[in-house]
């Protein structure tokens, strides 16, 4: 562990190790940077990638789209580099093809892949000064998150982006299932990427900056590294990383509450929703139905839920598939399954495809055969341990070659996890034995699984959610925007257009301010 302490005059310890797990086929060890509180997450895989995911927790309790606009707005440029494009065009020098990020409810996470890590720890310090110190100006905001046109129209990359994602019948269904499955105050039901009216009427820049001085701060910065990649190196680069945050003078308070530290409320009852969503064809509609189940630390019980997933939902032989698809009057052409993995988590059945005149039965239909199988008396609806401990092989497998073949991907979502809600309880370890926990599942007694079924899915309150296509809400839908842009011009008036193209032009000329030569020639290049 001689990499771990620094060597610098003061001899003082600069980094402290929290948590070391080591597998065959992988080493991950969790250190805490001692000066500014960032979190390394140093991942030893074998392969000619190193791959990066900076992640920070971000919570909100809005549907402003803080989370998602900030994501947009850290690529546009940095107050050490302040040019739009300019760590993608250091990325491509250094042996990547890019820079990438996405937000999620409860975080944000920018990535970086490379060949090698020298040009992993080139750019580096680059992407961590636009994630902790970005431009943030009123031309980005106006060009890359919300404007009006000359045209009276509204625009905007986040602002199109929203507006494809907002008019989709599964994120409608999703939006009304985490409303009714979070009462009261609740981050999980915030809609991260930002909804329309709040993006016009709410969002501001103003607001982007006070959400990242609170979020985007070195003691909420979490870097998980996957790949080849000497950690002396690693650390030699983040020190003088952290010699750069240092020089800027205090650090940062750190954020009060934790973020994803308040409990999550209790759902008392079950709650059957319906929504209309615009659709030219009538037939079909889709419904999906949410159960909150186990904490997300609760790796084992996770992965039991998931193999009863593929149990009740996979092939032919499976009992949802079986008597509610594959059946002569069915109530779907498809269903699936899906889990978060959260404070606490949710556990959803989707049906897809679903005959307009079954979308007010097909949610009782579920949870009654799903009660049917729970009590484990009906003949042909017996729970089949052979077929279940197959599926549990089959997983088994699967992981094994997805660790054999990305183990830079399989490792990062366990740290991610472990980084937003459990770092100080040195969990991580017992959550990368998966192994392990398949061999426990695999000689789990049928009890067992219908207990699980029972506690999670049928004991416990769930909400559904049933989605009808509707071509008059689509009509409706289509009027009521055209009447409001309409009535946004004539309050803008043929002088207030002009201003918002002339607004719209000037930061268009200044956001788009082209990159010095020099600067890129000045970069080391790795050798290829």
Same mark, same amino acid.
């Given at each position: 562990m001689a990499d771990i302490v620094s060597t610098a005059s003061s001899n003082t310890q600069r980094c402290e190790l929290v948590e070391e797990i080591e597998k065959e086929a992988f080493k991950v060890t969790k250190l805490i940077l001692n000066r500014t509180g960032i979190r390394v997450y140093h991942c030893d895989v074998s392969g000619p990638l190193v791959k990066g995911y900076f992640t920070l927790a971000t919570e909100t309790h809005d549907h402003d789209g803080l989370p998602h606009t900030l994501e947009h707005l850290v690529f546009m440029g940095?107050?050490?580099?302040?040019?739009?494009?300019?760590?993608?065009?250091v990325a491509n020098r250094c042996l990547s093809e890019g820079t990438n990020a996405y937000t999620d409810v409860d975080h944000t996470c920018y990535t970086l892949v490379t060949a090698g890590h020298e040009g992993f720890l080139s750019v580096l310090p680059i992407y961590l000064q636009h994630i902790l110190y970005p431009t943030l100006t009123d031309a980005a905001y106006i060009t890359e998150v919300h404007h009006i046109n000359g045209k009276g129209e509204n625009a905007g990359v986040v602002y199109c982006e929203m507006q494809d994602s907002q008019s989709k019948p599964s994120s409608m269904i999703h939006f009304e299932l985490c409303n009714e499955l979070y009462p009261g105050k609740c981050g999980y039901k915030s809609c991260t990427g930002g909804r329309l009216d709040e993006i016009r009427n709410s969002c501001s820049n103003e607001k982007v900056r006070? $959400?990242?001085?609170?979020?985007?701060?070195?003691?909420?910065?979490?870097?998980?590294?996957?790949?080849?990649?000497?950690?002396?190196?690693?650390?030699?680069?983040? $020190?003088?990383?952290?010699?750069?945050?240092?020089?800027?003078?205090?650090?940062?308070?750190?954020?009060?509450?934790?973020?994803?530290?308040?409990?999550?409320?209790?759902?008392?009852?079950?709650?059957?929703?319906?929504?209309e969503f615009g659709a030219d064809d009538e037939s079909t509609g889709m419904t999906k139905i949410a159960f909150n189940v186990c904490e997300g630390h609760n790796l084992y019980e996770l992965l039991a839920l998931e193999v009863l997933g593929e149990y009740l939902t996979s092939t032919s032989a499976a009992p949802l598939q079986m008597y509610?698809?594959?059946?002569?009057?069915? @109530?779907?052409?498809?269903?699936?399954?899906?889990?978060?993995?959260?404070?606490?988590?949710? @556990?959803?059945l989707s049906f897809t495809s679903v005959p307009h005149a079954k979308l007010d039965t097909i949610a009782h239909e579920c949870c009654s055969l799903l009660k049917l199988l729970g009590g484990n008396t009906s003949e042909d609806k017996k729970f089949n341990l052979e077929r279940l401990r197959g599926i549990v092989r089959q997983q088994k497998k699967g992981y094994v070659f997805s660790l054999e073949e990305n183990a830079h991907s399989v490792l990062c979502g366990p740290c991610i996890v472990d980084s937003l809600y459990y770092y100080d309880r040195k969990l991580l370890g017992k959550d990368l034995d998966v192994i392990s926990n398949y061999d426990k599942l695999e000689k789990e007694p049928v009890e067992y699984w219908l207990s699980l079924l029972n506690k999670y899915l049928n004991e416990g309150p769930h909400v559904s959610c049933v989605g009808v296509p509707s071509k008059e809400f689509a009509k409706k839908t289509e009027k009521e925007e055209k009447e409001r842009i309409e009535k946004q011009q004539t309050e803008l008036g043929e002088e207030g257009l002009k201003l918002k193209e002339t607004i719209l032009e000037k930061a268009k000329r200044e956001h788009e301010a082209e990159l010095p030569a020099q600067f890129l020639t000045s970069l080391p290049v790795p050798d290829p």
């Open positions: 940095s107050q050490e580099y302040p040019y739009k494009g300019v760590l993608d065009k006070e $959400y990242h001085k609170k979020y985007y701060i070195p003691s909420n910065l979490y870097l998980i590294v996957c790949g080849s990649i000497p950690r002396v190196e690693l650390l030699d680069v983040l $020190y003088k990383f952290e010699d750069s945050i240092l020089s800027k003078g205090p650090l940062p308070p750190a954020i009060v509450p934790p973020p994803w530290s308040t409990p999550v409320p209790d759902l008392n009852h079950s709650k059957d929703i319906r929504i509610m698809i594959d059946c002569p009057d069915p @109530f779907a052409n498809n269903v699936s399954y899906f889990y978060t993995l959260q404070t606490l988590s949710t @556990f959803y």
